[in-house]
């Protein structure tokens, strides 16, 4: 069964940068949307980047300038650079990505997650 799988987190001083990857675990079709989540203890999930399938982003104003969502549709690959990083960005951070499985079937999947960890 195809999986999402993140990769990238760690722990990286105030104003560093990180950048996360989502990958599907077998060979699909293509990445449709993709929007990347995160949760940070005690607080619920929040979107923070969306890439749609025609490659518009969209961001959260508390990410706006700072991250940047993109694609490399021949590694069927999506990602998230991430500068100027604040300790208010410490959180689990999921992709949740409409995945083009074959010709005629599509699903939607998240990750497992992957911690983020901003901190001195």
């Known amino acids: 069964q195809v999986q999402l799988v993140e990769s990238g987190g760690g722990l990286v001083q105030p104003g560093g940068s990180l950048r996360l990857s989502c990958a599907a675990s077998e060979s699909i079709i293509r990445i449709n949307g993709v929007g990347w989540y995160r949760q940070a203890p005690g607080k619920e999930r929040e979107l923070v980047a969306t890439?749609?399938?025609?490659?518009?982003?969209i961001y959260a104003d508390s990410v706006k300038g700072r991250f940047t969502v993109s694609r490399d549709s021949t590694k069927n690959t999506v990602y998230l650079q991430m500068n100027n990083l604040k300790p208010e960005d410490t959180a689990v951070y999921y992709c949740?990505?409409?995945?083009?499985?074959?010709?005629?079937?599509?699903?939607?999947?998240w990750g497992r997650g992957t911690q983020v960890t901003v901190s001195s």
């Open positions: 890439l749609t399938r025609g490659d518009t982003t």
């Open positions: 949740n990505a409409e995945l083009q499985v074959t010709t005629w079937a599509k699903s939607g999947y």
